[in-house]
Nanobody
Framework: QVQLVESGGALVQPGGSLRLSCVGS????????IAWYRQFPGKEREFVAR????????EWIDSVQGRFTISRDDGKNTVYLNMNKLKSEDTAVYYC???????WGQGTPVTVSS
């Protein structure tokens, strides 16, 4: 069955960096857009970034542009979210999704705090 598994979330100090990974299985990974969302406590999930085949076209929200990058390694069925210059307001649970398949991972928590 379709499965997405995130990893890489951690506690990090403001200004620090993290790399989140999303590994997909059960579908032809290279053919699908993969997106990252995040959810703040008590809030709905918000879109963060997306990477789409066939040319790895990327989209962002304004608040992460210049700090986060998204990339994919289709040979490893993995999408990465590289997060730099982290701020306290980036604290959230981060989820990856294959929107066309309505598939979501279980989420990985990121806490930015000194």
């Amino acid at each position: 069955q379709v499965q997405l598994v995130e990893s890489g979330g951690a506690l990090v100090q403001p200004g620090g960096s993290l790399r989140l990974s999303c590994v997909g299985s059960g579908f032809r990974f290279a053919a699908y857009s993969i997106a990252w969302y995040r959810q703040f406590p008590g809030k709905e999930r918000e879109f963060v970034a997306r990477i789409s085949p066939p040319y790895s076209t990327t989209e962002w929200i304004d608040s992460v542009q210049g700090r986060f990058t998204i990339s994919r390694d289709d040979g490893k069925n993995t999408v990465y979210l590289n997060m730099n210059k982290l701020k306290s307001e980036d604290t959230a649970v981060y989820y990856c999704t294959a929107p066309s398949l309505n598939a979501w991972g279980q989420g990985t928590p990121v806490t930015v705090s000194s």
